[in-house]
């Protein structure tokens, strides 16, 4: 059964639908606070021990570049990493959104299901040009 075409999403439409958008995003929030988080907090630590420093700060971040190429090409790497996972974050959401316009009628798991599904499609199928605009528009 294909979907009908997209209408308006009216403020009744949201409030019928409030559970799944505030599931897909409480399942957005869990995934980033107990997964990501803990990881990149142990990488940008054990970057940081390489260089002898607790911490980054103006004071120390040149000495960090000057002393250690490598660890410094490996931060600049991890910002990169936590903007393309704030990207995809916001992408969930508005796939999520999107796919409320369609009206079709989902239980909250296959909704969430579907989400994750065509999220990864979507990346599947924009070519380099096209990340490139991404990656300019989330900076």
């Known amino acids: 059964m ?9 403020f009744k439409q949201i409030y019928f639908n409030l559970d799944k958008i505030l599931f897909l995003f409480f399942l957005i929030f869990m995934m980033i606070e107990f997964v990501w988080l803990p990881l990149n907090s142990w990488i940008a630590g054990l970057l940081l021990r390489q260089t002898g420093y607790l911490f980054l700060s103006y004071n120390n971040i ?15 790497v991890l910002v990169i990493v936590n903007l393309l996972v704030a990207y995809y974050q916001i992408g969930l959401l508005f796939i999520g959104a999107r796919h409320l316009l369609y009206h079709e009628r989902r239980t909250l798991l296959e909704y969430s299901r579907k989400v994750f599904s065509s999220e990864f499609l979507v990346y599947e199928a924009s070519d380099d040009f096209q990340d490139n605009l991404y990656l300019l528009f989330m900076s």
């Open 62 to 76: 040149f000495a960090i570049i000057k002393g250690s190429p490598f660890v410094s090409l490996a931060l600049f």
């Open 2 to 10: 294909k979907p009908e075409k997209p209408k308006n999403l009216g």
